[in-house]
């Protein structure tokens, strides 16, 4: 397949204005962009957590209404205008920016101008993949490879989301199916955790996300894909397996067909610890300090990576260790009264399935959990599923809907997930709070020392866990979001 030409020319300097530069993605492009020497600028709704990094880089941030992003954007006078697919711009803003002679690109335009520039690996999956792109960057940075890295988290490790190694240094990126984003980064390397029924308002099928992964590895030459049935039942997953026998990859999982198998897994509260083989060879044990079956498949996936491009694999597995987490992916909030405070970012069926039977089998005395859906049209497509996830738990919570930015939806709320996890023939206690203050008193009154409290959701259900640990009656005024 012939080679295509990124959008832009990022190799030497110029100088480029971020529209939703708040966002996980956005703002680590910035913080990539501003190291290569560019002049940076940006803008977005509110200034969001990422806003201290962004500053710390040099870049020059501005919060404007939603209508005059694109305003500030022809403000900056920046030769490329980049925006996230939350705020995509008109005819007459692409017009009006042409014409002043400034290039526009999207989120997906500009990661592949960045992986233009070096030996790039794109981590892909419906889920995973932020866990599996930070323990790669972690190990790469720990054999001293000098990694680039653009991850949807901040991994505790590393202490940034985003940064812009030495020469010679692999590119590793967080590669987002739910726009077709991974499809046109370029990169030579590709990794594939797993292939899920997500983001159907995109995709419309599981088979149309299916043929995207199929394209996705097609156009690269190093492949890695885990063959495992999404949520851990140590089977090979037919879509997966099919996809790597098909391109070659490398595979990995705890299915006997897998190249690079992990078995004997055991978590413990916040542990894990399994035994790798490579080809029959055991080249594990392997500790990570991260709780489930999945980040043990994350973990390997990592170090089989690394192994494929060339990293002694005792190295690996050393440094793989040494891998603490990312934020909102099992984030230990703290503790109180005996209950240990967790939030994670799980917001579809498979990672709450994961999520939950991983927290189940950890030694905690009950996991009870607050689950918060994400936007309407997945609550609409997925609720069912959804509740019937959140029904591992012993206790669960759920919200209503928090919409991102989507309109609400006549008969669709949080009560889908509710009523499927009443329905699911399990021993869950379910109950319906509707706000986050509703959730947090429900919390405070079913909780004993010796339980996992654990927010899920996508949204900023993590609040409820915060004012928990605080010993908070209200979880208080939000302090604003993050564009997507």
Request: proline letters at 4%.
């Amino acid at each position: 397949m012939a080679e295509v030409p990124p959008p832009v020319a990022l190799g030497a300097a110029t100088s480029v204005h971020v529209v939703g530069v708040g966002g996980a993605g956005m703002s680590t492009i910035a913080v990539v962009l501003a190291a290569l020497g560019h002049r940076v600028s940006g803008a977005d709704k509110v200034a969001t957590g990422a806003w201290p990094s962004l500053s710390a880089a040099g870049v020059d941030l501005e919060v404007v209404s939603q209508d005059d992003l694109f305003g500030s954007a022809a403000r900056s006078g920046a030769a490329v205008v980049t925006h996230s697919t939350a705020y995509p711009p008109s005819i007459d803003d692409v017009a009006a920016l042409t014409a002043e002679g400034a290039v526009v690109v999207d989120r997906a335009g500009i990661l592949a101008s960045l992986c233009a520039l070096r030996e790039s690996v794109a981590v892909s999956g419906t889920h995973g993949k932020t866990s599996t792109t930070a323990m790669l960057a972690t190990l790469l940075d720990g054999v001293g490879a000098d990694p680039s890295f653009l991850v949807g988290g901040v991994p505790v490790s590393l202490g940034e989301a985003a940064r812009w190694g030495g020469d010679g240094g692999l590119l590793v990126v967080e590669a987002d199916e739910s726009d077709g984003t991974f499809e046109r980064l370029g990169a030579s390397t590709v990794v594939v955790t797993n292939v899920e029924e997500d983001h159907l308002d995109f995709w419309g099928s599981i088979d149309a996300i299916e043929a995207a992964f199929d394209r996705f590895l097609a156009a690269a030459r190093h492949r890695v894909v885990c063959i495992d049935v999404p949520g851990g039942d140590g089977t090979a997953d037919p879509r997966t397996l099919s996809l790597a026998t098909r391109h070659g990859a490398v595979t990995v999982g705890e299915a006997a067909a897998a190249q690079w198998r992990v078995h004997s897994v055991q978590v413990h509260r916040l542990t894990t610890t399994f035994g790798l083989c490579h080809d029959g060879t055991e080249v594990g044990p392997v500790a990570i300090a991260t709780p489930g079956r999945h980040h043990a498949l994350n973990a390997a996936v990592a170090v089989a990576t690394a192994a494929t491009r060339g990293i002694d694999v005792a190295a690996a597995v050393a440094a793989v260790g040494t891998y603490r987490g990312v934020g909102r992916r099992f984030e230990v909030l703290g503790e109180r009264d005996g209950v240990t405070v967790v939030d994670d970012y799980a917001h579809n069926p498979g990672k709450v399935r994961a999520l939950l039977a991983s927290a189940a089998g950890a030694g905690w005395g009950r996991v009870v959990v607050v689950f918060q859906p994400h936007r309407y049209s997945r609550t609409r497509t997925q609720g069912a599923d959804l509740g019937r996830s959140v029904a591992v738990a012993d206790l669960a919570a759920v919200t209503d809907v928090y919409g991102a930015g989507e309109p609400a939806e006549a008969g669709v709320s949080g009560r889908i997930v509710l009523d499927a996890a009443r329905e699911a023939g399990t021993p869950v206690v379910a109950e319906w709070t509707p706000t986050l203050d509703d959730a947090l008193s429900w919390a405070r009154s079913v909780v004993r020392p010796g339980d996992l409290l654990l927010t899920a959701g996508a949204g900023d259900v993590r609040r409820v866990g915060e004012a928990f640990v605080r010993g908070a009656e209200s979880v208080g005024v939000p302090t604003g979001g993050e564009s997507t």
